[in-house]
């Protein structure tokens, strides 16, 4: 079995999650991207296939409890951004690792779908490889081979920016693991896969019908 290191970037709750604004009470927001985070990190290390996370933040509340689930933690390199605080994080794994980045707004990532997606990655021939959010738009989740560059894309419609760099799309079966959350929509959809405790301490059930358009 591979083990990988993952690195997770993850925005000061204060200024991230912004398109999310609105799905509860704005004195409950930064609460709710802290929540996020911490189902994803905590489902990420409960992964047999995970042997380090390194989470990328400059938020010393999100710090404070990946630390306590076991991830270690790295800064943002100063105003950069998402792909270079990948790249910056990628710098702190170790070389001849397999390594991934992961996003972290995945409240409803069962470690059983990110194992097999892993698995999936570290099948020959060794590349660079993706997974595309629900849509198929953006990406959730990318990979490398030892002495390969992640060489993240992130950001708008990166699924084709990610297979126009070379990456090889993933085409599993994973819901839980392509459900990302940036709109209160999002947020119901990952509800009725069955949320993290602490998305689901705050948003304890979907606000909307799942007829509801996207
Ligand atoms: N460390 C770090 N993480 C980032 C940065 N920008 C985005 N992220 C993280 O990258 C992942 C995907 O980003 P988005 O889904 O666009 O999240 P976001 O920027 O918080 O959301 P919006 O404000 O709605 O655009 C999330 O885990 C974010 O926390 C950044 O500049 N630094
Ligand atoms: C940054 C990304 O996430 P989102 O679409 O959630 O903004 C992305 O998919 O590349």
């Known amino acids: 079995m591979q083990r990988w290191a993952v690195v997770i970037p ?22 709710l991207a802290l929540a996020l985070a911490r189902d994803t990190v905590a489902a990420v290390l409960s992964c047999p296939e995970v042997g380090e996370v390194l989470v990328v933040t ?13 991830a270690r933690v790295a800064p943002d390199t100063p105003a950069a951004g ?26 409803a990532l069962r470690p059983a779908e990110l194992s097999a997606a892993l698995r999936a990655a570290a099948e020959p021939p060794a590349r660079r490889r993706f997974a595309a959010d629900a849509p198929g738009v953006g990406t959730v989740l990318l990979t490398a081979p030892p002495g390969v560059p992640l ?21 599993g079966d994973w819901p839980s693991l392509r459900r990302d959350v940036d709109t209160g929509a999002d947020l119901d959809a990952a509800h009725r896969l069955g ?14 019908p799942a007829s509801t358009p996207r």
Do not use: M
């Open 10 to 31: 993850v925005k000061p709750v204060s200024v991230g999650k912004s398109r999310l604004r609105g799905a509860v009470p704005a004195a409950a927001h930064e609460r």
């Open 58 to 70: 400059d938020d010393p509340a999100v710090a404070e409890v990946v630390t306590g689930l076991g």
């Open 82 to 107: 998402l792909n270079p605080a990948i790249r910056y994080g990628e710098s702190g794994l170790p070389a001849r690792s397999w390594r991934a980045a992961i996003t972290a707004d995945l409240p």
């Open 151 to 171: 060489d993240p894309r992130f950001g708008g419609p990166s699924a084709a920016a990610h297979a126009a760099s070379g990456a090889v799309a993933l085409s």
């Open 195 to 208: 949320v993290g405790t602490h998305t689901g301490a705050l948003v304890p059930a979907p606000c909307g």
